[in-house]
């Protein structure tokens, strides 16, 4: 069985530019988590959502990032108009359920904004 | 030993010892820990889980211990093996709110 997929592995884009990160869930997991991870520190929840619904987004920031999880099709992170600021790697995590068990991480999108 | 570098705190351990890695949770409700190994270049790898009515869990060469009086978590490594060199995290969550991650530690094993 295939694990959570995250493409591209690396990402640069130029201050200004829109960055879209992709994750693709375990087979039949139907929660899927945004994480954020600057280096040398721990990961940093953003984004929960179910299929076609964001359940909890407190972690993400009011402006230019969004996320989507639509019924067909692997999640999105969408980030406007890219800060230096907004350089880290940045994982999605699948899991059959919500809460109460492990998360299934993939190994993250590694985003570079020059 | 164990010290305190610029981010991570690291522990330095003999290939062979048991390593104890310590964590220190924030939140009283939490009711679900768990551990993770991240190497470099990776996403978090799952180890052990253990709920809030449990105090020990074991797995294979690993052990959870959970002292929810001083909000004290640990993971035990026994005959620690080069490959276990990562950085480790706990991170808990209560009433199935999504994990929080603690800050982590940097396993360094010597050969």
């Known amino acids: 069985n295939a694990g959570v997929m995250q493409n591209p592995r690396h990402l640069v884009r130029r201050r200004g530019q829109e960055a879209r990160l992709r994750c693709s869930p375990v087979?039949?997991?139907?929660?899927v988590y945004w994480y954020r991870q600057l280096p040398e520190e721990g990961l940093k929840f953003m984004v929960y959502?179910?299929?076609?619904?964001?359940?909890?987004e407190s972690g993400m920031p009011k402006e230019r990032f969004s996320a989507e999880f639509p019924k067909e099709g692997p999640s999105i992170l969408r980030i406007q108009q890219v800060v230096r600021g907004d350089s880290a790697a940045y994982f999605c995590?699948?899991?059959?359920?919500?809460?109460?068990?492990?998360?299934?991480f993939g190994n993250g999108t590694r985003l570079t904004v020059t | 030993g164990e010290s305190v570098g610029l981010h991570l705190p690291t522990l330095s351990v003999q290939e062979g010892d048991n390593s104890i890695i310590n964590c220190a949770y924030s939140?009283?409700?939490?009711?679900?820990f768990i551990w993770y190994k991240q190497e470099s270049g990776k996403g978090p790898q799952f180890i052990i889980d253990i709920r809030s009515n449990m105090d020990k869990r074991q797995g294979q060469r690993v052990t959870v211990l959970l002292n929810k009086t001083v909000k004290h978590l640990s993971l035990q490594i026994a005959a620690t093996q080069p490959g276990d060199s990562a950085v480790y995290f706990c991170a808990e969550s209560y009433s199935n709110t999504p994990l929080v991650f603690g800050k982590g530690t940097r396993l360094s094993v010597i050969a």
């Open positions: 959502l179910q299929k076609e619904n964001i359940i909890d």
């Open positions: 087979k039949g997991h139907s929660h």
């Open positions: 939140n009283s409700a939490s009711d679900y």
């Open positions: 995590a699948s899991s059959p359920s919500r809460g109460g068990s492990p998360l299934h």
